[in-house]
């Protein structure tokens, strides 16, 4: 019986090992055009599309799971999931709590949002979303910050005049202001991080290396290029 039990148990480990691995990827849905929640519910957006394409190339079986961005980087290191790609840039203090993929975006500018060009950017008030790398950028300048937990109560802080301006990735700000009659860029743009990368827990290096395998295929054939201009525009910033 011993036998008998000990040789299913190697038959399973070896039947698991044939099968894809399974990589549980979180999201914050809340940040278009990188990542959303389309109208049957789903998350959707250049991520997802990016995210299911390098588990095809990295011969992963991945789910898609909503989270909360000020709790993003907690369920990570809780094990919740297993990867973050949520427009997360790559930067230094973040290196410190968790792993980060090679970038699958180059670094991109950061820009000023206002109602008027004469919004006062450097001793006024400015929103910004929490946790983010342009609100560490806010609170080490002489302006008042003031956070909020995602990009639209932001442009609502301008509107409503809670907020001199808004302060965020250009490529997010850029439709909000393109499809307002009243938004408009102020300032010059900043830039502050590495790129944007895939957040993993400093633990998978096996993880890391497959999705840092596959992003670098598609750098090098281009679909990653591709990919950046269907939804980010012609002119946005692309690798050489």
Not at 5 to 17: E, I, K, V, W
Not at 55 to 71: F, M, Y
Request: net charge negative; hydrophobic share 40%.
């Amino acid at each position: 019986m011993k036998k008998l039990t000990l040789a299913a148990a190697a038959f399973a480990l070896t039947a698991g090992m044939g099968m894809a691995q399974t990589v549980r990827i979180a999201t914050e849905g809340a940040y278009p055009p990188y990542n959303l929640i389309n109208d049957q519910g789903q998350v959707a957006g250049f991520e997802v599309d990016l995210g299911n394409e390098l588990c095809k190339r990295a011969e992963l079986q991945c789910t898609w799971v909503k989270n909360d961005w000020d709790s993003i980087i907690p369920n990570l290191v809780s094990s919740n999931y297993d990867a973050i790609m949520a427009a997360m840039s790559i930067n230094e203090e973040r290196k410190q709590v968790i792993a980060f993929s090679e970038d699958y975006l180059p670094p991109a500018p950061s820009s000023y949002v206002a109602l008027d060009e004469g919004a006062n950017l450097e001793t006024g008030i400015v929103a910004v979303q929490t946790g983010t790398v342009q609100a560490s950028h806010v609170a080490d300048t002489q302006a008042t910050m003031l956070e909020y937990p995602n990009i639209d109560q932001v442009f609502a802080a301008v509107r409503n005049g809670e907020a001199d301006a808004a302060f965020g990735d250009h490529e997010v700000m850029r439709p909000f202001v393109e499809d307002s009659e009243d938004l408009i860029f102020v300032g010059e743009q900043v830039r502050l991080d590495e790129g944007i990368g895939i957040g993993v827990r400093q633990s998978d290096n096996e993880l890391r290396e497959k999705l840092n395998a596959a992003i670098g295929t598609m750098k090098q054939d281009g679909s990653l290029n591709e990919l950046i201009k269907k939804h980010f525009g012609e002119d946005a910033q692309t690798y050489e």
